[in-house]
């Protein structure tokens, strides 16, 4: 009975910073891949970062310098730190949690970045 709820999204200038939160319901998220994906209006939803249960992390280019993702397994949950916010990062931000290949996905949270 996995469930992904995000917080933290919300309305900031660009330059600003927003910290996104993810607790993770459910068991085995210790064993778990953790993701932050976005979808903007019109495009695919795309992967931000991954921080999988090995420890190992990667970011998208467009993110790489400004983001920074972490997670707190005590606490079954998986942060986005994002600073220097661009316009272009406006979107919907999405949690995933993948576990014995299966992707369970968050309801999203709004991310908009004003000019």
């Known amino acids: 009975q996995v469930q992904l709820v995000e917080s933290g999204g919300g309305l900031v200038q660009a330059g600003g910073s927003l910290r996104l939160s993810c607790v993770a319901s459910?068991?085995?998220?210790?064993?778990?891949?953790m993701g932050w994906y976005r979808q903007a209006p019109g495009k695919q939803r795309e992967l931000v970062a991954q921080f999988t249960n090995g420890g190992s992390i990667n970011y998208a280019n467009a993110v790489k310098g400004r983001f920074t993702i972490s997670r707190d397994n005590a606490k079954n949950t998986v942060y986005l730190q994002m600073n220097s916010l661009k316009p272009e990062d406006t979107a919907v931000y999405y949690c995933?949690?993948?576990?014995?290949?299966?992707?369970?996905w968050g309801q999203g949270t709004q991310v908009t970045v004003s000019s």
């Open positions: 995933r949690q993948t576990l014995w290949r299966e992707d369970y």
């Open positions: 459910g068991s085995r998220f210790s064993l778990s891949t």
